[in-house]
T-cell receptor, first 114, second 111 residues
Protein backbone atom coordinates (compact mmCIF):
# COMPACT_ATOMS: atom_id res chain seq x y z
CA UNK A 1 0.00 0.00 0.00
CA UNK A 2 1.15 3.51 -0.80
CA UNK A 3 1.78 5.47 2.29
CA UNK A 4 1.74 9.21 2.59
CA UNK A 5 2.95 10.23 6.02
CA UNK A 6 2.53 13.66 7.53
CA UNK A 7 4.93 14.21 10.38
CA UNK A 8 2.59 15.99 12.78
CA UNK A 9 -1.02 15.23 13.56
CA UNK A 10 -1.62 18.42 15.54
CA UNK A 11 0.37 21.63 15.72
CA UNK A 12 -0.17 24.83 17.67
CA UNK A 13 1.90 27.83 16.60
CA UNK A 14 1.98 31.51 17.43
CA UNK A 15 1.19 34.30 15.02
CA UNK A 16 4.31 35.33 13.11
CA UNK A 17 6.14 32.03 13.56
CA UNK A 18 7.65 30.20 10.62
CA UNK A 19 5.95 26.83 10.32
CA UNK A 20 7.10 23.73 8.46
CA UNK A 21 4.69 20.92 7.56
CA UNK A 22 6.40 17.77 6.33
CA UNK A 23 5.10 15.05 4.05
CA UNK A 24 6.82 11.85 2.94
CA UNK A 25 5.59 9.25 0.44
CA UNK A 26 7.05 5.80 -0.09
CA UNK A 27 5.81 4.88 -3.58
CA UNK A 28 8.22 6.79 -5.79
CA UNK A 29 5.42 9.06 -7.01
CA UNK A 30 6.44 11.94 -9.22
CA UNK A 31 3.66 14.25 -8.08
CA UNK A 32 2.91 15.66 -4.65
CA UNK A 33 0.29 18.12 -3.48
CA UNK A 34 -0.65 20.27 -0.54
CA UNK A 35 -4.31 21.04 0.17
CA UNK A 36 -6.05 22.83 2.98
CA UNK A 37 -9.44 21.63 4.13
CA UNK A 38 -11.97 24.00 5.69
CA UNK A 39 -15.64 23.40 6.54
CA UNK A 40 -17.90 24.50 3.72
CA UNK A 41 -14.96 25.13 1.39
CA UNK A 42 -13.80 21.58 0.80
CA UNK A 43 -10.25 20.88 -0.34
CA UNK A 44 -8.36 23.74 -1.92
CA UNK A 45 -5.04 23.24 -3.65
CA UNK A 46 -2.18 25.32 -2.26
CA UNK A 47 0.84 24.08 -4.23
CA UNK A 48 1.89 21.01 -6.16
CA UNK A 49 5.13 19.57 -7.43
CA UNK A 50 5.62 17.30 -10.45
CA UNK A 51 9.34 16.68 -9.96
CA UNK A 52 12.19 17.34 -7.57
CA UNK A 53 12.79 21.07 -7.19
CA UNK A 54 9.76 21.81 -9.39
CA UNK A 55 6.71 23.52 -7.95
CA UNK A 56 3.55 25.15 -9.21
CA UNK A 57 1.03 27.39 -7.49
CA UNK A 58 -2.41 26.03 -6.89
CA UNK A 59 -5.57 27.99 -6.23
CA UNK A 60 -4.59 29.59 -2.90
CA UNK A 61 -0.77 29.95 -2.69
CA UNK A 62 -0.69 33.30 -0.87
CA UNK A 63 1.12 33.10 2.45
CA UNK A 64 2.66 29.72 1.66
CA UNK A 65 5.75 28.33 0.01
CA UNK A 66 6.97 24.78 -0.63
CA UNK A 67 10.17 22.84 -0.94
CA UNK A 68 10.91 19.58 -2.70
CA UNK A 69 14.59 18.68 -2.41
CA UNK A 70 14.01 14.93 -2.59
CA UNK A 71 11.45 12.97 -4.55
CA UNK A 72 9.82 11.44 -1.50
CA UNK A 73 9.52 14.61 0.58
CA UNK A 74 7.37 17.70 0.06
CA UNK A 75 7.34 20.47 2.65
CA UNK A 76 4.81 23.25 3.10
CA UNK A 77 6.14 26.42 4.69
CA UNK A 78 4.16 29.18 6.32
CA UNK A 79 6.64 32.05 6.32
CA UNK A 80 4.78 34.04 8.98
CA UNK A 81 1.81 32.19 10.37
CA UNK A 82 -1.47 34.04 10.73
CA UNK A 83 -4.71 33.07 12.44
CA UNK A 84 -6.48 32.70 9.09
CA UNK A 85 -4.12 29.84 8.31
CA UNK A 86 -5.65 27.76 11.07
CA UNK A 87 -6.87 24.74 9.14
CA UNK A 88 -6.47 21.06 8.33
CA UNK A 89 -3.62 20.53 5.88
CA UNK A 90 -3.59 17.46 3.67
CA UNK A 91 -0.70 16.15 1.63
CA UNK A 92 -1.26 13.84 -1.33
CA UNK A 93 0.83 12.09 -3.94
CA UNK A 94 0.07 10.54 -7.30
CA UNK A 95 1.66 8.51 -10.06
CA UNK A 96 0.09 10.60 -12.81
CA UNK A 97 -0.54 14.33 -12.56
CA UNK A 98 -4.25 15.19 -12.49
CA UNK A 99 -5.42 11.63 -12.63
CA UNK A 100 -7.30 9.55 -10.14
CA UNK A 101 -4.80 6.73 -10.58
CA UNK A 102 -2.87 6.26 -7.37
CA UNK A 103 -3.96 9.54 -5.77
CA UNK A 104 -3.31 8.98 -2.07
CA UNK A 105 -3.77 11.33 0.85
CA UNK A 106 -1.99 11.53 4.17
CA UNK A 107 -3.96 11.68 7.41
CA UNK A 108 -3.63 15.41 7.73
CA UNK A 109 -2.08 17.97 10.07
CA UNK A 110 -4.46 20.13 12.05
CA UNK A 111 -2.73 23.47 12.52
CA UNK A 112 -3.93 26.05 15.00
CA UNK A 113 -2.36 29.50 14.91
CA UNK A 114 -2.92 31.52 18.08
CA UNK B 1 -15.30 30.13 -8.39
CA UNK B 2 -16.35 26.67 -7.29
CA UNK B 3 -15.79 24.28 -10.19
CA UNK B 4 -17.80 21.50 -8.59
CA UNK B 5 -20.90 22.34 -6.53
CA UNK B 6 -21.84 19.78 -3.88
CA UNK B 7 -24.96 19.52 -1.75
CA UNK B 8 -26.09 19.14 0.94
CA UNK B 9 -23.37 20.32 3.31
CA UNK B 10 -24.64 17.93 5.98
CA UNK B 11 -27.00 15.00 6.00
CA UNK B 12 -28.57 12.93 8.75
CA UNK B 13 -30.06 9.56 7.79
CA UNK B 14 -31.61 6.76 9.79
CA UNK B 15 -29.92 3.38 9.73
CA UNK B 16 -31.21 1.42 6.77
CA UNK B 17 -32.18 4.52 4.82
CA UNK B 18 -30.80 5.87 1.56
CA UNK B 19 -28.22 8.67 1.62
CA UNK B 20 -28.06 10.86 -1.48
CA UNK B 21 -25.36 13.44 -2.18
CA UNK B 22 -25.43 15.56 -5.31
CA UNK B 23 -22.76 17.29 -7.36
CA UNK B 24 -22.89 19.54 -10.40
CA UNK B 25 -20.21 20.86 -12.73
CA UNK B 26 -19.92 23.21 -15.70
CA UNK B 27 -16.72 22.27 -17.48
CA UNK B 28 -17.51 19.68 -20.16
CA UNK B 29 -13.81 18.77 -20.37
CA UNK B 30 -14.04 16.80 -17.14
CA UNK B 31 -13.65 13.12 -17.97
CA UNK B 32 -13.55 11.30 -14.63
CA UNK B 33 -15.72 11.71 -11.55
CA UNK B 34 -14.53 10.07 -8.33
CA UNK B 35 -16.05 10.13 -4.87
CA UNK B 36 -13.88 10.19 -1.76
CA UNK B 37 -14.77 9.11 1.77
CA UNK B 38 -13.06 10.68 4.77
CA UNK B 39 -13.34 9.38 8.32
CA UNK B 40 -12.41 11.64 11.25
CA UNK B 41 -8.65 11.87 11.69
CA UNK B 42 -7.95 10.35 8.28
CA UNK B 43 -7.29 11.66 4.82
CA UNK B 44 -9.85 11.18 2.02
CA UNK B 45 -9.78 7.78 0.33
CA UNK B 46 -11.19 6.84 -3.06
CA UNK B 47 -14.61 5.22 -2.72
CA UNK B 48 -16.01 4.84 -6.23
CA UNK B 49 -15.63 6.59 -9.57
CA UNK B 50 -17.35 6.90 -12.93
CA UNK B 51 -16.56 8.01 -16.46
CA UNK B 52 -19.07 10.13 -18.42
CA UNK B 53 -19.79 7.40 -20.97
CA UNK B 54 -21.60 5.40 -18.26
CA UNK B 55 -24.86 6.47 -16.59
CA UNK B 56 -24.55 4.37 -13.47
CA UNK B 57 -21.92 2.47 -11.53
CA UNK B 58 -22.60 0.28 -8.54
CA UNK B 59 -20.19 -1.16 -6.00
CA UNK B 60 -21.90 -2.92 -3.14
CA UNK B 61 -24.19 -0.45 -1.39
CA UNK B 62 -22.64 2.53 -3.18
CA UNK B 63 -23.97 3.75 -6.54
CA UNK B 64 -22.99 6.71 -8.69
CA UNK B 65 -25.66 8.06 -11.02
CA UNK B 66 -24.40 10.27 -13.83
CA UNK B 67 -26.45 12.64 -15.99
CA UNK B 68 -24.18 13.99 -18.70
CA UNK B 69 -26.74 16.32 -20.29
CA UNK B 70 -27.54 17.94 -16.94
CA UNK B 71 -23.87 17.90 -15.89
CA UNK B 72 -24.80 16.34 -12.59
CA UNK B 73 -23.78 13.23 -10.70
CA UNK B 74 -24.81 11.81 -7.38
CA UNK B 75 -23.77 9.24 -4.80
CA UNK B 76 -26.40 6.93 -3.38
CA UNK B 77 -25.68 4.87 -0.28
CA UNK B 78 -28.26 2.15 0.12
CA UNK B 79 -29.06 0.59 3.49
CA UNK B 80 -26.96 3.27 5.21
CA UNK B 81 -25.08 2.11 8.30
CA UNK B 82 -23.57 4.01 11.24
CA UNK B 83 -20.14 2.96 9.91
CA UNK B 84 -20.87 5.02 6.79
CA UNK B 85 -20.80 8.19 8.91
CA UNK B 86 -18.03 10.25 7.31
CA UNK B 87 -17.43 13.24 5.08
CA UNK B 88 -17.92 12.59 1.38
CA UNK B 89 -16.29 14.59 -1.40
CA UNK B 90 -17.13 14.45 -5.05
CA UNK B 91 -14.45 15.43 -7.52
CA UNK B 92 -14.11 16.13 -11.22
CA UNK B 93 -10.98 15.49 -13.22
CA UNK B 94 -9.87 16.70 -16.60
CA UNK B 95 -7.14 14.12 -17.00
CA UNK B 96 -3.74 15.75 -17.37
CA UNK B 97 -5.04 19.23 -16.66
CA UNK B 98 -7.32 19.75 -13.70
CA UNK B 99 -8.59 18.04 -10.55
CA UNK B 100 -11.28 19.75 -8.48
CA UNK B 101 -13.06 18.71 -5.31
CA UNK B 102 -16.54 19.55 -4.12
CA UNK B 103 -17.07 21.24 -0.76
CA UNK B 104 -17.89 18.03 1.10
CA UNK B 105 -20.94 16.50 2.78
CA UNK B 106 -20.89 15.41 6.39
CA UNK B 107 -23.05 12.28 6.67
CA UNK B 108 -24.33 11.03 10.00
CA UNK B 109 -26.21 7.75 10.11
CA UNK B 110 -28.13 7.36 13.34
CA UNK B 111 -28.91 3.90 14.73
Amino acid sequence: DVKVTQSSRYLVKRTGEKVFLECVQDMDHENMFWYRQDPGLGLRLIYFSYDVKMKEKGDIPEGYSVSREKKERFSLILESASTNQTSMYLCASSFVLWSNYGYTFGSGTRLTVV
Amino acid sequence: QQQVKQSPQSLIVQKGGISIINCAYENTAFDYFPWYQQFPGKGPALLIAIRPDVSEKKEGRFTISFNKSAKQFSLHIMDSQPGDSATYFCAAINTGNQFYFGTGTSLTVIP
